[in-house]
């Protein structure tokens, strides 16, 4: 798929943001993608990838990221606060993503950032959104929550509105949809 293409059809849709994937081996992600997608949409660009080096957050905003991805379950306590403050230094949102209470009690210690909730099992890529039911309880309702991972239709965004989050970082059902743009329209109970 085009991404620049993509995005456009996402904004008409009325996506609030668009998420990019950059990790080229695992994921085939490029940071020419995000630069390509930067030009195409206005609206805000989340850098998903696997952050672990200050380098990347400056990089991020260079390539012209609005936000990143910073996941709790790859990085130390002290990286991930060196990691967070380069994100305030350079005008970055953060999603600190969690997939366990002891990993969501982390998170909560970095006031700023939106906490994502990602349902998918790392180590099993299988999805599961329990994870997201079950941790919501724990979220004060203060913070921005954001579900990710394992969404396909519209009656479970409403399952988890209800549980108080506030964002849906949404991929593989919408790229497996004929058309994308539809989809999202659909999930976000536009049609």
């Known amino acids: 798929m085009n ?21 080229p081996h695992y994921f085939l992600g490029s940071e020419s ?28 905003a260079a390539l012209g990221a609005d936000a990143i991805l910073l996941i709790v379950a790859a990085l130390e306590l002290s990286l991930l606060k060196e ?7 350079t005008r970055l949102e953060t999603i600190i993503e969690v997939h366990a209470l002891p990993e969501l009690e982390t998170a909560l210690q970095f006031p700023k950032a939106m906490l994502g909730v990602n349902s998918r099992n790392l180590a099993t890529l299988e999805t599961d959104l329990s994870t997201a039911i079950t941790l919501a309880g724990s ?7 954001i579900a990710e991972s ?16 506030r964002g849906f970082l949404i991929g593989t059902s919408l790229l497996k ?10 999930l976000i109970g536009a049609t």
Not at 3 to 23: D, H, M, N, V
Not at 41 to 58: H, S, T
Not at 139 to 145: L, M, T
């Open 33 to 60: 993608d995000l630069q390509e997608v930067r030009k195409a949409a206005k609206i805000p660009i989340l850098r998903k990838d696997f952050i672990v080096d200050p380098y990347q957050v400056y990089q991020s």
């Open 3 to 23: 991404p620049a293409e993509l995005a456009r059809e996402y904004e008409e849709a009325g996506a609030a943001a668009i998420s990019i994937l950059t990790e």
């Open 83 to 89: 990691l967070y403050a380069a994100a305030i230094a």
């Open 177 to 186: 949809a004929r058309s994308p743009g539809a989809a999202l329209m659909e």
């Open 150 to 165: 394992g969404i396909n239709n519209r009656q479970e965004v409403e399952n988890l509105m209800a549980l108080g989050y």
């Open 139 to 145: 979220i004060p309702k203060d913070r921005i929550a």
